[in-house]
Each structure stands twice: as structure tokens, then as C-alpha cells.
């Protein structure tokens, strides 16, 4: 692929300069897979200018980036390696110490030299330890102070009589710029740094607005310990000093409190399946949040018995069953934190394990009792008689509480 410096044919007009120029621009076209794809911006840098080489549709759920010089993974290759989680960087043998890796997985070349032409690959791997690699191409050529007099070539149209037509490096730009990483949310706390590119040539120059407020010019704004203060519409200005052309993006970025933890509160621990209702509040003092309820450590189904309150806070089970009996929890969340309430545990008991027994079960258990009474009285009475030798009348007596109604 030639470079932008590259000189013309003989013979071009005007028009077909033009053309030529246009042709070259194609190379900004962005990737239309869905593969994991990287590009070059500037697709053909200057020498001694800054190169980001970008990552396009980057897969979910991964744990670490690694960027390695040449077409295959090699340890002895790796120039930068970023772990997610724990926001580390590592450096790796081929580190030069004007590489940056950010956490969308681009990796920004500074002052970049002849040396850096060539092939570069990143591996992408996720929690599960499964991994994706692609290669990008990044392309430098001499930059317009170090091309020799005969990179110029003055052409003259065959057509028709007109000024000398120099070819040479062509000026465009500046692109609208794009910032990067791509996430809008964050913790009080964090570091905010936001890196500004966009194509042009020559470079663009940088400067930055929050809320309409300029900053000092720069390429990567940084701001440590950000606050709710800090939330709102980042402006990124790119303008080219030759072409006289600007471009800019806005980003909005929101700044989060952490979630504390929510309480659980019921109307009643333990219930009557069939006859009683419960009602669970899930109760925090955190604004700006979003609820969700937690059964036996997973999400709760909603059955046709229960209902949520509009802001998910409460949920009613009327009546309950014995499957809801369990542990509950609810978790209040933002986009960047969240809190779980302690378990509850909702006990259900049927309603004969709630009265004891049965109605029929404790009428007969009374009248089994009156009866011992009675015969226990009466024969000890009996005996009593039959000491006296006065038991005759007696016997008969006891014959007849004994003896079962005919009715």
C-alpha cells in the first residue's frame, strides 16, 4: 500500500489529482462485520505523530487484553497487557515506553518512528479463560520535513495550459474526533481519563469543554476523584490548522454513588398457606436506583399470586402457598454499584399444622377423657362398696354407664 506521500502519475489533470485523493480517503471506511476487528487511525501515519490502533467489536465478559508485535502470540513479543478487574497494566518485553493500552482494548502509539510499520496483534480472553485474537496493520511513512526533494513531483497538464501542479502530501480533516473508552458510567472515586483522536493531516489539535467550560488544550483529559460534580456533557474539539475544517463529540458521563445496603422488612414471618397474605419492603435510603428480589439466591419469578409495586420496592403474596416458602432478599443497583439485603426466611404452615388438630380429632379426645373420669370414679367407688359388702346396687350402676346407648 502506498503512502499519502507517494507521487503521482504523469499525466494527471486537475480533476483526476482530485480523484486520487479521494481514492486514498476510502482507507477511513470503518469495519461492517460484527468480527473482532482493529484499526489504524490514522490508517497512514507521519512519522513522529501518534497512532491509535482502535478495537472494533470487542466480545463481552472478558477478563484481560494482551497486545503482542507480529502476526502471532509471542511472551517475548508482548508489548502491553491490562487485567479488567483490578485495572492493572503490565509491561512486556517489546514495551518501547510510548505505548498506552486502555480499557476498551486500543492501544495509542506515541511519536510513532519507521520502526513501528509492521504487524501487531491483540488477545482477548475472557473470564472463562477462552480467548480471540485478530492483527492490525499499522503503516508510518516519512513525515513532509523528512521527504527528499525528489518525493516531490511538479506535473504539468498535456490538455490545456495552466500553473504547475504540485503533488504531494494532501491535507484533510480533521474527522469527527472520537473519544475514548466507550463507558459513560462511574464510581465516586475513580480516575476519569478520556483520550481524544481523530483523522487528519496534519494532526488535529486537541481541547476539551465540560458543560460548555473550556480546559487547558490537550489530547487525554484527566481528572482523579471524581464526584457527582464531575457528571455531565464532555466536548471534544479537533481542528485543523491547514485546512481551517473542526470536528467535535460530545460525550455525557454520569458519576454514581456506591449503593449502600437495603433492609427487608414483612408484614409476618410466618404464615397460613391458603388464608394468609405477606407483604416484603425492601427499604434504602439510596437515590437514583432500580430494585430486583432475590429468591432462594435467584431471581424471583412472579407467579399470578404476586405483585410488585410500581418502583419494585414491595412485593404482596396473597395468599401464600407452601412453595413460597423460602429465603428472600431484594438488591437495590446502579449502573456501576449494588446492595443486598439480608436473607428473610418466610415460614408456611398448613392450616391443620397451624390449629393442631382437627375439630372432630378434639371433640373425641374429650369425650374419651370424661369417660376414663367417670370410670375411674365409679370404680373406685366399687371397690370402696365392696369392702363394705355393699356393692349390689352399685354393680348395677356401673353396668349401666358402661353399657352403650341403644339410641
Known sequence: MESPSAPAHRGLLPWQGLLLAASL????????????????????AAQGKDVLLRVHNLPGNLGSFNWYKGEIVDSNLQILSYVIDTQATILGPAYSGRETIYPNGSLLFQKVTLKNTGYYTLQATDKGFQTKQVTGQLHVYRSKSHVHPSDHLSLKPTQEPSPLVTVGLFHYGPDAPTISPSNSHYLRGANLRLFCLSASNPPAQYSWFINGRPQQPTQELFIPNITRHDSGFYTCLAQNSVTGLKGTTVKTITVYEPVGKPTLRASNAIVTEHKDAVVLTCL??????????????????????????????????????????????????????????????????????????????????VIGILVMV?????????????????????????????APDPG
Open 25 to 44: 480517503l476510502t482507507f477511513w471506511s470503518l469495519p461492517t462485520t460484527a468480527q473482532l476487528t482493529i484499526e489504524s487511525v490514522p490508517p497512514n
Open 284 to 365: 434504602t435510603n439510596d437515590t437514583g436506583i432500580s430494585s430486583r428480589w432475590l429468591f432462594k439466591n435467584q431471581n424471583l419469578l412472579l407467579t399470578d399470586r404476586m405483585k410488585l409495586s410500581r418502583d419494585n420496592s414491595t412485593l404482596t403474596i396473597d395468599p401464600v402457598r407452601r412453595e413460597d416458602a423460602g429465603g428472600y432478599q431484594c438488591e437495590v443497583f446502579n449502573p456501576v454499584s449494588s446492595g443486598k439485603s439480608d436473607p428473610f426466611r418466610l415460614d408456611v404452615q398448613s392450616e391443620q399444622t397451624y390449629t393442631g388438630y382437627s375439630v372432630g380429632t378434639i371433640v373425641g379426645s
Open 374 to 402: 367417670a370410670l375411674g370414679a365409679s370404680l373406685g367407688y366399687f371397690l370402696y362398696l365392696r369392702r363394705t359388702r355393699r356393692y349390689h346396687g352399685i354393680a348395677f350402676t356401673l353396668t349401666l354407664i358402661l
